[in-house]
């Protein structure tokens, strides 16, 4: 590619509302454009780093045969409503609607659609385990959109899913993806660590994060030298760890918790001493999520929607047989409709009280009194945010330190938390119907781009990973209007393309300095530079990640390279 005919606006100012160093440089080596908040354009060189990371993964993806489609990013609310989602994503969600007034979401995630993709086709266990993935724009309405690519609000993501029939199938594909991911991070040059974290809004069980080491990477995770464990330490936060232990509950009270037909239910069921302390009721109507409503300081005027990732609280207001949304931090949803045949499921238990309340996994009943050692199996890791550096590990194998990451990855296992609710199943080889077991596995292309900038860079710009650069060689003529220099630039130019090498040719008449300054801020791994010695047939030849620099007569050149 000759730099003179391509689209590379470099620039020498840092940007001021690019706070991180792979923001920054993303923009001034001109690799992408800012459209609007957590909105970009990718140019030439970056769409190049782009279609190399995708390139990594489809090889990796087809080596454990998983199958690209494409699917719709514009996806009907039905299928989200089928889930729940529609009511618990939240703002983060983007909606619209259509002419006639129906709703729309654009595709945050896509287990919806890939579920009503495959229920519809499959139906036999003889056609499982199946596994699609694709590469495509996702739309979040992020709260924070910031820090260039790694926080986007259209953004690109590798997402594959799988479908088994049974459990162990599940297991199976679900190691194959955390190596097949490995593989990748890897190959993509990146320094890494694979931690255990928290499902998020997806559910699920089963959950790995590939997080890449960055001091600006917004998870924090705890790791070990001398021990595999690591965790991301959010997942703490979750509280849902708890699986009833077998041990008689003793001191537990049931109470139950009634069906509610109207707001005047819920406020006299929060009301009753019972239940004073819970704080976190989960609402569901015909099975699906609707509301998650937590109070604060046991007020019940001061009744909030936890949106679904549990980070932001919004107000309602209730008259009459609605609730309405009023707000919800930065900008609004509402006012959104809850339909009120309310049935109250669950509320979080929490692991560090002792005598806490909690859900007790069924429904229609709380547990109050809950010890969570006596009274349920706690996961082991569920305390882990009252972790210390320099802790012991689960393991006892090592001791614990804390690091900031980049979560690049996420796999999960769903079960049948999707398969469920949208009817996915197949008949087994008896002849029964069961629900499809999935797994979801992702991978943020884009955010990949900045935390590999982040990593690898110097003072004076980008120095790409091999696998990663847009070109292999920066070829440069330092004064055009030479004519050796030229004419050698254009030969070496002709040459090494034909010996297939990625050539980034600097024929601009620009002078030697800017053309060095660019070429440092581009970052490509080699750099040419045909300069005074073109007479003798001599070049420069610089790398990029060293530093180090060497002359080579122009005969030896392409073989030197291989
Ligand atoms: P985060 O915790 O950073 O918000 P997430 O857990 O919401 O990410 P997932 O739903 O697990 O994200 O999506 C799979 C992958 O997509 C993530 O591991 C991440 O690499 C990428 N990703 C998620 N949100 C964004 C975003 N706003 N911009 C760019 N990449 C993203
Ligand atoms: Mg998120
Ligand atoms: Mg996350
Ligand atoms: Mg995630």
């Known amino acids: 590619m000759k730099q003179s005919l391509s689209f590379i606006p470099t620039?020498?100012?840092?940007?001021?509302?690019?706070?991180?160093?792979?923001?920054?440089?993303?923009?001034?080596?001109?690799?992408?454009?800012?459209?609007?908040?957590?909105?970009?354009?990718?140019?030439?060189?970056?769409?190049?780093?782009?279609?190399?990371?995708?390139?990594?993964?489809?090889e990796e993806m087809e080596a454990i045969d998983a199958v690209e489609v494409f699917m719709p990013a514009l996806q009907q609310a039905e299928l989200w409503q089928k889930t729940g989602r529609w009511y618990s994503y939240g703002p983060e969600l983007f909606r619209v609607k259509d002419r006639h007034q129906r709703d729309f979401a654009?595709?945050?995630?896509?287990?919806?659609?890939?579920?009503?993709?495959?229920?519809?086709?499959?139906?036999?266990?003889?056609?499982?385990?199946?596994?699609?993935?694709?590469?495509?724009?996702?739309?979040?309405d992020e709260l924070r959109p910031r820090f260039g690519l790694l926080r986007g609000r259209e953004f690109i993501m590798k997402d594959a899913y799988s479908f088994h029939a049974t459990e162990e199938s599940l297991d199976e594909k679900y190691q194959d993806m955390k190596q097949a991911y490995t593989n990748i991070f890897t190959r993509l040059g990146l320094n890494f660590r694979t931690v255990i974290a928290d499902g998020g809004t997806i559910g699920g069980t089963d959950t790995h994060e590939f997080m890449a080491l960055s001091e600006i990477g917004e998870d924090t995770i705890a790791y070990s030298d001398t021990s595999p464990y690591a965790a991301n330490i959010e997942m703490a936060e979750m509280n849902t760890t708890f699986e009833k232990s077998d041990e008689v509950l003793l001191e537990v009270e049931k109470i139950s918790t009634p069906n509610m037909q109207t707001i005047d239910d819920i406020v006299s069921f929060l009301d009753t001493e019972a239940t004073k302390c819970i704080k976190t009721l989960i609402f569901k109507a015909d099975e699906k999520l609707v509301a998650v409503l937590c109070r604060g300081d046991h007020e019940i005027n001061d009744i909030k929607l936890k949106n679904a990732l549990g980070a932001?609280?919004?107000?309602?207001?209730?008259?009459?047989?609605?609730?309405?949304?009023?707000?919800?931090?930065?900008?609004?949803?509402?006012?959104?409709?809850?339909?009120?045949?309310?049935?109250?499921?669950?509320?979080?238990?929490?692991?560090?009280?002792?005598n806490g309340v909690c859900g007790a996994n069924e429904d229609d009943f709380h547990l109050i009194n809950v010890n969570p050692e006596r009274d349920f199996a706690?996961?082991?890791?569920?305390?882990?945010?009252?972790?210390?550096?320099?802790?012991?590990?689960?393991?006892?194998?090592?001791?614990?330190?804390?690091?900031?990451?980049?979560?690049?990855?996420?796999i999960f296992k769903l079960g049948t938390t999707y398969s469920e609710p949208m009817e996915g199943t197949f008949l087994d080889n008896n002849g029964r119907n069961q629900h499809y077991q999935m797994g979801c596995y992702g991978i943020g292309v884009s955010r990949i781009m900045a935390a590999v900038a982040e990593q690898y860079n110097d003072e004076n710009g980008l120095k790409w990973p091999k696998n990663l650069a847009p070109f292999n060689i920066h070829l440069i003529a330092l004064n055009m209007k030479d004519e050796a220099q030229k004419d050698l630039a254009d030969e070496l130019y002709k040459l090494l393309k034909s010996y297939r090498f990625e050539v980034l040719y600097d024929d601009r008449p620009e002078r030697a300095g800017v053309k060095f300054a660019d070429s440092d801020l581009i970052g490509l791994p080699i750099r040419i530079t045909i300069g005074k010695k073109a007479s003798v047939g001599i070049v420069e030849v610089k790398y990029r990640s060293s530093g180090e620099s060497t002359e080579w007569p122009k005969e030896e050149i392409t073989e030197k390279l291989q």
């Open 11 to 58: 620039m020498r100012e840092v940007p001021s509302d690019a706070e991180i160093l792979s923001h920054q440089l993303l923009l001034r080596a001109g690799f992408i454009r800012q459209n609007a908040s957590g909105i970009y354009s990718y140019l030439p060189l970056g769409k190049k780093v782009l279609s190399k990371i995708e390139l990594i993964i489809r």
């Open 106 to 140: 654009l595709g945050a995630t896509h287990e919806e659609v890939i579920t009503s993709l495959v229920r519809d086709e499959v139906k036999s266990y003889k056609k499982l385990p199946l596994t699609l993935y694709q590469i495509q724009t996702k739309f979040r």
């Open 312 to 354: 932001d609280t919004v107000e309602l207001a209730y008259e009459g047989d609605v609730i309405e949304l009023l707000s919800c931090g930065v900008g609004s949803i509402g006012p959104v409709k809850l339909p009120l045949d309310l049935k109250v499921i669950a509320d979080h238990a929490i692991a560090s009280v002792v």
């Open 378 to 410: 706690v996961d082991r890791y569920a305390d882990l945010r009252f972790v210390q550096e320099g802790d012991t590990t689960p393991d006892g194998e090592g001791t614990i330190k804390f690091a900031q990451g980049i979560e690049v990855g996420h």
